[in-house]
């Protein structure tokens, strides 16, 4: 079972940037998509962002455009850029294969918050 554990988040600015990233426990070279996931206070986790080993990248309405995903299989790790952010980002931010499986790491908290 691969682990995940998420890191870079915190507080910034709307409009400001960050740059997430998840670091695989083992290889994620075999997993077709990745993806990100978000969830906010007292609302639902839901998919923000997938990549498959392709190359080939979706995003959640809300964040088209500003979010882009990358992948490094070599390393394990997958990145989440985070550009124009707004308070309605603020989330606890996780990455999972997608569907997700196994045990959910502990996140990431993201503030976009003046």
């Known amino acids: 079972q691969v682990l995940f554990v998420e890191s870079g988040g915190g507080l910034v600015q709307p409009g400001g940037s960050l740059r997430l990233s998840c670091a695989a426990s083992g290889s994620i070279f075999n997993i077709y998509t990745m993806g990100w996931y978000r969830q906010a206070p007292g609302k639902q986790r839901e998919l923000v962002a997938t990549?498959?080993?392709?190359?080939?990248?979706n995003f959640a309405d809300s964040v088209k455009g500003r979010f882009t995903i990358s992948r490094d299989n070599a390393k394990n790790t997958v990145l989440l850029q985070m550009n124009s952010l707004k308070p309605d980002d603020t989330a606890v931010y996780y990455c999972?294969?997608?569907?997700?499986?196994?045990?959910w790491g502990q996140g990431t908290q993201v503030t976009v918050s003046s």
């Open positions: 990549m498959t080993t392709t190359g080939r990248t």
């Open positions: 999972n294969s997608f569907p997700a499986s196994g045990t």
